[in-house]
């Protein structure tokens, strides 16, 4: 089977929705005659008309204003904001009438729609043309943010954005645009499942998008010190898929969070050793799996947390409780206030 | 042909005395929420649109009922003027399961898919994004979108980047401005370069009008050539609509900043007082008026009646809806 280009595989997931329903429609900045700064898009012009297919002015807001009265009244639109950075300008459109439309109506209509961007740095574009926007947009309920690790996932992934009755941010990182794999095996991902990218018993490394082939390489480099590390792809920011996070971390004990996606994770390093004699992580390998220590020692520093931490392992060594709770590995958490929430469901 | 012609006059008194009963029915609905709001059955604020109900009615009179409309914050008269019904809309106000989104989204974000209300944006100039949208699914249909906006809207990037992409696109698209001279407690003048809204639309080389937006008949008239436009292909046009809120920008607002003389010259231009006059005019007697005017009444005793007896929602239903499945 020949490889399968990141950006052919977004430029086939758009054409084949474009076939498939006649609702969806493709429109942005250079996106039509010109097929995308990123050479991403060609040929959906010629195949599909302008109809479907359309340039419009640098009008951001616009952009994002029409994208959500075209999906409000029946149509499942498709818009490029060229760069992520520029998405400062789409908010009002997408926080406050997008994703709130389906709550705020109590359910007469959703705004299908899906925003493609390409973001992260590595292309030498500078401070605003190289953010990722995911976790600015991580705290908007409603909104779903997906983000590919690789053109198989790209392409089923984008199929599932489309066709999701939500309004989707799908990023694209640019490092990734030239990258080949193999296609996909699944035609559709449906947003909120992630994916366990290697399998792995001693450490759990969680990312997304470009991080997550980062992260394999990581491991694979771990394997060849005898460490075996799990890779988990959450594939969407929104919904977080903390369940298939959880159940690996339950089983590895330890967590690795890609700090530059947004994702945090603290007292895991601790909790881990305490919780496997004989793997415990010293104190310098502690800080390096707990990205956000400083954050961190506040809480920590509690007193209620300290008094309960020492009664806990006065009982330990009196032997009166076996195992700690070891689930307290699993402290996982983002900024997002709602998934902290869901954090507090885990007892 | 002589008879089509003998009957037209008649024909348009009656769907006049209809857009009347539209503006009647606003005024009644705004002066039933104000002592609603008085009584604390509204929560949160309230923006009241009495005094501009000729725009909403007029607009609304020459549109077809699968047309799309994108309101404001003070949108009530726009969701009244395109059909939502009384009762559910009350009932919305004050927070009710009943109410035509659940009480979700109460006074300022009103959705009627039904009756093709696509929203009403809390924040100016949102309508004229969502009417874009809108008007690229009408474009389909044959149909036309249409986006309320005040003054203060026309200040914003959207009414630039919006106008420009709708003519750009030849969207089926009437963009109304509802001028009321005030942007929130601060004159239109003072903070509108040029101060000539309709005129903005010469630089994107788009129809545009100044409209009496008191006057049923002249906004009728207007939006009537705009939509005819936009049906044909012809692209969007601005209409600026010249009107006065009675009440101050929102409940917490007496607007001490407007000139007492100024208020009472727009009261004594009270657009249901020159619909009456005119519709006597025409004909229509004051009997049948009269009868109108007791209709709508009824109408809005009925539905508060109906919206205060209304439960609340239930809160455990709310939580469960952040995605459609």
């Not at chain 2, 009615?57 to 949108?75: E, I």
């Not at chain 2, 927070?95 to 109460?106: K, N």
Request: glycine content about 10%; charged content about 25%; hydrophobic content about 40%.
């Amino acid at each position: 089977m020949s490889a399968l280009e990141f950006r052919d595989a977004i430029r086939d997931a758009l054409a084949e929705e474009l076939e498939r329903d006649p609702a969806v429609i493709f429109f942005g900045e250079d996106v039509a005659a010109p097929g995308g700064v990123f050479k991403v898009t060609t040929e959906l012009f010629e195949r599909f008309g302008p109809e479907r297919v359309f340039d419009t002015p640098i009008s951001e807001l616009a952009l994002a204003g029409a994208a959500y009265g075209a999906a409000a009244t029946g149509l499942r639109p498709v818009i490029e904001v060229m760069f992520g950075d520029f998405m400062g300008l789409t908010m009002d459109s997408l926080v406050n009438q997008a994703a709130k439309l389906w709550y705020v109506s109590a359910e007469q209509r959703s705004a299908p729609l899906v925003v493609r961007s390409a973001v992260g740095a590595g292309g030498r574009f500078g401070a605003m043309h190289s953010q990722t926007h995911g976790t600015w947009f991580q705290g908007v309920p409603g909104l779903k943010i997906a983000f590919p690790s690789s053109p198989a996932e790209a392409k089923a992934l984008l199929k599932g954005a489309i066709r999701d009755d939500n309004p989707v941010l799908f990023l694209e990182h640019k490092r990734l645009y030239s990258v080949k794999g193999p296609p996909p095996e699944r035609e559709v991902i449906a947003l909120g499942e992630a994916a366990i990218a290697r399998a792995g018993d001693d450490l759990t490394i969680v990312s997304i998008g470009k991080g997550v082939p980062d992260a394999l390489a990581a491991a694979e480099e771990l394997a060849g010190e005898g460490i075996s590390a799990e890779v988990v792809d959450l594939r969407t920011l929104r919904p977080l898929d903390l369940q298939t996070v959880l159940a690996s971390v339950a089983r590895t004990n330890r967590v690795l969070a890609d700090r530059r996606l947004g994702l945090r994770a603290t007292r895991v390093g601790r909790r881990a050793g305490a919780a496997r004699p004989g793997r415990r992580l010293d104190r310098r390998h502690r800080r390096d799996a707990d990205p956000l220590q400083p954050d961190a020692r506040g809480r920590l520093r509690s007193r209620r947390r300290r008094h309960r931490r020492e009664r806990a392992r006065s009982r330990r060594r009196r032997g009166r409780v076996a195992e700690p709770r070891t689930n307290a590995a699993a402290c996982y958490y983002w900024r997002s206030p709602a998934v902290q929430s869901g954090l507090r469901l885990r007892s | 042909m002589a008879n089509v012609q003998a009957a037209q006059p008649k024909d348009a008194a009656a769907m006049f005395l209809g857009g009347y009963a539209r503006m009647h029915l606003i005024r009644e609905f705004e002066t039933a929420i104000h002592r609603l709001f008085l009584a604390g059955e509204v929560h949160g604020t309230t923006h009241l649109g009495a005094g501009q109900e000729a725009v909403a009615a007029g607009v609304c009179m020459a549109l077809r009922p699968d047309d799309y409309v994108a309101g404001t914050y003070r949108g009530h008269g726009h969701a009244l003027a395109k059909g939502t019904p009384p009762e559910p809309l009350v009932a919305e106000m004050l927070g009710r399961a009943t109410g035509v989104c659940g009480g979700r989204a109460g006074s300022m974000n009103v959705v009627d898919v039904e009756h093709g209300l696509i929203g009403c944006y809390g924040i100016v100039g949102g309508s004229i994004a969502a009417t874009v949208g809108a008007a690229m699914s009408a474009k389909r249909q044959g149909g036309v979108a249409v986006a309320f906006f005040g003054d203060g809207a026309v200040n914003q990037a959207y009414f630039h980047e919006c106008l420009n992409m709708a003519k750009v696109l030849l969207l089926p698209a009437v963009f109304v401005c509802e001028n009321n001279f005030y942007g929130e407690f601060t004159p239109m003048g003072s903070v509108t370069a040029g101060g000539d809204i309709a005129g903005r639309a010469r630089a994107y080389d788009m129809p545009s009008a100044v409209l009496d937006g008191n006057d049923l008949w002249a906004v009728h008239e207007a939006v009537s050539e705009a939509v005819e436009r936009a049906r044909s292909g012809g692209g969007p046009t601005l209409l600026e609509c010249q009107t006065y809120r009675h009440y101050g920008h929102s409940k917490s607002d007496p607007a001490p900043y407007r000139p007492k003389e100024e208020v009472e010259r727009w009261l004594a231009r009270d657009p249901l007082k020159l619909a009456r006059t005119r519709l006597l005019e025409e004909g229509v007697t004051e009997e049948r008026i009269e009868q109108t005017e007791a209709e709508v009444s009824a109408l809005i005793e009925h539905a508060v009646a109906a919206a205060l007896a209304a439960p609340y929602p239930d809160p455990d239903q709310l939580a469960a809806t952040e995605y459609r499945r």
